[in-house]
């Protein structure tokens, strides 16, 4: 795994409420920026490996329907995840 379990409390820690919670919204994107970039990575060496391109959309779009959520629930945590993420230009 690209992630160890170390590695994943950190980022719960700094981005979510706490190492341990795992459920916060702000934690989950985390979470799947960071695969985001890894598969990303991974598809610029192996172009026609289609079953992690679908994987990148399908995350994609979770993504997105947690930053929908968030954006509907609490502008200002929405405004501040996407600043420390870097998600947008």
């Known amino acids: ?10 980022l719960f820690a700094k981005h979510g409420k ?9 934690g989950q994107i985390a979470i ?5 970039e890894h ?7 192996n172009r026609k490996d289609f079953n992690t391109e679908r994987s990148l959309v399908m995350l994609v779009g979770k993504r997105r329907a947690l930053l929908d959520y968030l ?3 609490d502008v200002l945590r929405y405004r501040a995840i996407v600043k420390e993420l870097g998600l947008r230009k």
Not at 1 to 10: I, P, S
Not at 18 to 26: L, V
Not at 32 to 36: E, M, P
């Open 1 to 10: 795994m690209y992630l160890t379990k170390e590695e994943k409390q950190e």
């Open 18 to 26: 706490g190492k341990n919670d795992t459920g916060s919204a702000e």
């Open 32 to 36: 799947f920026t960071q695969r985001i």
């Open 39 to 45: 598969l990303s990575q991974h598809l610029k060496t």
């Open 71 to 73: 954006i509907k629930k």
